[in-house]
């Protein structure tokens, strides 16, 4: 496997530790720094020294994970980051996703489940358990719905996930047209290609099957 480069931020001495500890096996996966807290973490990643994952703890004693993670997406800065945290809450895990987030694990995850989302996060841009792709849906529809069971193994041409990303970003038929400088009569024609496509009947079967392979935060 390719390597990855990542780094801990987390107040906690004993936690980062231990997440070296979980970590050092998997050889793949290299260490480039740790910070104690979101300020120090910010003046390591100003000198351009920015890993492929950033460990995230959002509560910190030194500095708030918070501001790190908006700063991180306002200076666009390319790291993926994984928020480690002790707060299970659906409401603050979906603010912090919305604020750039691409992993939020709980810190009694299990080993492999930190592991898999790194690796997930490396090859994707995402990390999305069946909890939060279920609250995404619940929010982009407004309404809580059954997962449809679209076909698999479905490979969507760049237009079709451009399509598809805008169908779930909620723009019409005519503001898709405008944005990629399409007819509207193409447009349908590409929505229906994607229903087709994935076997599904309406948009909310789309918006579905775009967080389940991680398409919707592009």
């Keep these: 496997m390719e390597p990855i480069t990542y780094a801990i931020i987390e107040d906690q001495s004993i936690f980062r530790q231990g997440l070296k500890l979980v970590l050092e096996p998997e050889t793949y996966l290299h260490l480039v720094w740790e910070a104690d807290s979101g300020?120090?973490?910010?003046?390591?990643?100003?000198?351009?020294?920015?890993?492929?994952?950033?460990?995230?703890?959002?509560?910190?004693?030194?500095?708030?994970?918070i501001e790190l993670l908006k700063w991180i997406k306002a200076n666009e800065i390319k790291v993926s980051v994984i928020v480690l945290t002790i707060y299970d809450d659906d409401a603050y895990m979906m603010h912090l996703l919305e604020l750039g987030a691409k992993g939020?694990?709980?810190?009694?995850?299990k080993a492999e489940e930190i592991i898999a989302a790194i690796k997930k996060v490396k090859?994707?841009?995402h990390y999305y358990s069946e909890?939060?792709?279920?609250?995404?849906?619940?929010?982009?529809?407004?309404?809580?719905?059954?997962?449809?069971?679209?076909?698999?193994?479905?490979?969507?041409?760049?237009?079709?996930?451009?399509?598809?990303?805008?169908?779930?970003q909620e723009l019409t038929t005519a503001e898709i047209a405008v944005k990629l400088n399409l007819s509207k009569r193409r447009v349908e024609s590409l929505r229906q290609e994607l229903l087709n496509l994935v076997g599904v009947r309406n948009t909310a079967g789309l918006v579905v099957y775009a967080i389940k392979r991680g398409y919707f935060f592009g």
Excluded: H, W
């Excluded at 020294?49 to 703890?57: A, S, Y």
């Design 123 to 125: 090859e994707t841009g």
């Design 104 to 109: 939020y694990l709980l810190k009694d995850s």
């Design 131 to 168: 909890r939060i792709q279920n609250l995404m849906i619940n929010k982009i529809t407004g309404r809580k719905i059954s997962f449809t069971q679209y076909k698999p193994d479905v490979n969507l041409t760049e237009r079709q996930r451009e399509i598809l990303i805008l169908i779930c």
């Design 39 to 65: 300020s120090k973490a910010q003046q390591i990643l100003e000198l351009d020294n920015v890993p492929d994952i950033l460990l995230l703890d959002i509560k910190m004693r030194n500095g708030d994970g």
